[in-house]
Nanobody, 115 residues
Framework: QVQLVESGGGLVQPGGSLRLSCAAS????????MGWYRQAPGKQREFVAT???????SYADSVKDRFTISRDNAKNTVYLQMNSLKPEDTAVYYC?????????WGQGTQVTVST
């Protein structure tokens, strides 16, 4: 079992920045990739970014060149640096951890981009 705790969400003005953190605990050695997803009100959860244990990274087209995913293996933590935020980035952001037979999810953290 892997437990995930997100933090770092909040209210930010358009053009601003936020950094989300996802701290993992439990059976970390079985995780081969971690990622971020988001869900806006009335919409389906969508992919944002992912990073594998081998360091491969991918982004959704909507956030490419604005968001950066990274990880600190010593802290078992994955980060999502979000720059040039837009109102359409408003959503609950979820961290996930992929194992061979299971995907674990955090509780989510709210990001609101508004004046």
């Amino acid at each position: 079992q892997v437990q995930l705790v997100e933090s770092g969400g909040g209210l930010v003005q358009p053009g601003g920045s936020l950094r989300l953190s996802c701290a993992a605990s439990g059976r970390i050695s079985s995780v081969y990739a971690m990622g971020w997803y988001r869900q806006a009100p009335g919409k389906q959860r969508e992919f944002v970014a992912t990073i594998t244990s081998g360091g491969q990274i991918s982004y959704a087209d909507s956030v490419k060149d604005r968001f950066t995913i990274s990880r600190d293996n010593a802290k078992n933590t994955v980060y999502l640096q979000m720059n040039s935020l837009k109102p359409e980035d408003t959503a609950v952001y979820y961290c996930n951890a992929n194992q061979i037979l299971k995907t674990s999810w955090g509780q989510g953290t709210q990001v609101t981009v508004s004046t």
